[in-house]
């Protein structure tokens, strides 16, 4: 089992720069990849970034250049930096971790990012 905990959320301005964080418990040393998605409200759930145990790393279009994901294995922390905000990466932000031995994928619960003027 592994636990996942999302911080960092909340309201800016268009340009501005968030760090989200997810902090995972449990059965930690059985995880690979981690991610984060978002879903918008009316859309469906969308792979923002992964980042491999061994720290490689991919994003999605819509957020190249803008935000990279960063891993801690030994904090088991996975991070978000958002720089260049825009309105339309409002959105709840999930973490997910995936363990290779377990049928299902983890997730969290979701942190709210607004960005608004």
């Known amino acids: 089992q592994v636990q996942l905990v999302e911080s960092g959320g909340g309201l800016v301005q268009p340009g501005g720069s968030l760090r989200l964080s997810c902090a995972a418990a449990g059965n930690i040393f059985s995880i690979s990849t981690m991610s984060w998605y978002r879903q918008a409200p009316g859309k469906q759930r969308e792979l923002v970034a992964v980042?491999?145990?061994?720290?490689?790393?991919s994003y999605a279009d819509s957020v190249k250049g803008r935000f990279t994901i960063s891993r801690d294995n030994a904090k088991s922390t996975v991070s978000l930096q958002m720089n260049s905000l825009k309105p339309e990466d409002t959105a709840v932000y999930y973490c997910?971790?995936?363990?290779?031995?377990?049928?299902?994928?983890?997730w969290g619960k979701g942190t709210l990012v607004t960005v608004s003027s």
């Open positions: 997910k971790a995936v363990v290779p031995t377990s049928p299902s994928d983890y």
């Open positions: 980042i491999t145990r061994g720290g490689s790393s």
